[in-house]
């Protein structure tokens, strides 16, 4: 009995000691923090460059810093569609996210500028404008309307037109067709100066209503055309690339605030390596899957510089006009500036 006791007593004071060797070690000193990050994409990570990124953001994050901070991804919209993503991001109970601009412009009417179709002439423009001052200021303005902090601008890619119905060649072709686009009043804007009809439908959704022949047609980048399977539900591909698609990786500017300094600096480094993956991931994804989607019976067509020129001057003046309408201030202009700026500073690239 005493020698049971005495027993008890030693487990006891092991664990009193035990914690209180926890208790007095600074990592354990104040609770881990634990973030909760929103994805679209799906959780396979050969198919989804915002995976591949969220990926290596969470890991350099806790390499360095993983008894202090813990980031779970939720791929495959386990969080919430984009929409509700950002609404989550708004009101903080969602802490971070990567989303596309799609619904963006319902919270942030400035952001909708970049839906104006054929408006970087390849990716180098779009990342030396975006990565540069001009999209500093657009996502420091975003920031204060909306409490949500851009830590990274990465990509999905450039969007191209599918459909079921007949191949595109010319804008003429686009006559009629009911396409299913992202929540962005300019994508609506840039299928309706084409001629056709665009009906706003959430991710979530876009396959179900593709099988259904809720629309006949959809646009996205290479990628998420593959990811999502369209192939199989959709027999015409044309490589427009209307619109450069960014994806933003998002936290919650409050919870980014009470960070301590050395994890704000680690969160922004280790957005800014994930970007370079995300990018390189929806790069390497429209190298290969073009050639998977052609086996899998989609018909693709590459339209050249002067076909190109048809669908840009037919759809992008009216679309200005359009985000004119819609956001106040000399955004457009700033933006064209920096294209400029852009195009100028690539062309003297000379090595
Ligand atoms: O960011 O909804 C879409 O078509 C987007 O490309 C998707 O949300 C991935």
Known sequence: MTEFRLKNCTV?????????????????????????MGLVESANLADAPATQGATV?????ESKAGDRVEIQLFPGGQLGWERELIEGLRMGT???????DGPVGGFFEPILILGIPYLFRNSLVA???????FGNDLMEALRKKTGIRCLAITE??????????RPIRTPADMKGLKIRTMENPIHMAIVRSLG????????????????????????????????????????YLIMDGHVYNPAFLWINDKVFQKLDP???????EAAQVATFVERSGAKLLEATKLQTMKDKGMEIYVPSDEGLAAFRKMSQPVVIEEVKKMVKGDWVDRLFQAIDTAEKQLAQQKR
């Open 196 to 235: 056709a009809a665009p009906t706003p439908i959430s991710f979530g959704e876009l396959y179900s209503s593709l099988q259904q022949g809720i629309v006949d047609g959809q646009e996205n980048p290479v990628g998420v055309i593959h990811m999502i399977k369209a192939y199989e539900v959709q027999k």
């Open 156 to 165: 999905n890619g450039f969007r191209n037109f599918t459909n079921n119905k």
């Open 12 to 36: 006891l004071v092991a664990i009193m000691t035990l914690a209180l060797v926890f208790l007095a070690y600074p990592g354990f000193a104040k609770d881990k923090i634990v973030l909760k």
């Open 57 to 61: 953001f969470k890991h350099i994050v």
């Open 94 to 100: 969602v802490e971070m996210a990567i989303t596309s």
């Open 262 to 268: 050395d994890l704000k600096q680690l969160f922004w």
């Open 127 to 133: 990342w030396e404008v975006l990565d540069g001052p």
